[in-house]
Nanobody, 115 residues
Framework: QVQLVESGGGLVQPGGSLRLSCAAS????????MGWYRQAPGKQRELVAV???????NYADSVKGRFTISRDNAKNSLYLQMNSLKPEDTAVYYC?????????WGQGTQVTVSS
């Protein structure tokens, strides 16, 4: 099993930055895919960014150029650096992992972008 615990969410003004962290309960070197999803009230959960074992990444069009996903295998952690935040980025952000054909989710962390 893989347990995921997120941190780093909060309230930020438009144009500001946040760095989300996801701590995994095991070494993530062998985890095939890790990523971040988000869900705004009344909307479907959507993929924000994904990173695979070899370091390859992909991003939703809405966050390209603003968000950066990364992983630190030595720290068993996944990160999402969010810059130039917009009100439409407001959502609960979830850490996600796929390992041995199973899907794991964190509890979510609230990100609110507002003046």
């Amino acid at each position: 099993q893989v347990q995921l615990v997120e941190s780093g969410g909060g309230l930020v003004q438009p144009g500001g930055s946040l760095r989300l962290s996801c701590a995994a309960s095991r070494n993530i070197f062998s985890i095939d895919v890790m990523g971040w999803y988000r869900q705004a009230p009344g909307k479907q959960r959507e993929l924000v960014a994904v990173i695979i074992r070899d370091g390859g990444t992909n991003y939703a069009d809405s966050v390209k150029g603003r968000f950066t996903i990364s992983r630190d295998n030595a720290k068993n952690s996944l990160y999402l650096q969010m810059n130039s935040l917009k009100p439409e980025d407001t959502a609960v952000y979830y850490c996600h992992a796929k390992f041995l054909s199973r899907t794991y989710w964190g509890q979510g962390t609230q990100v609110t972008v507002s003046s």
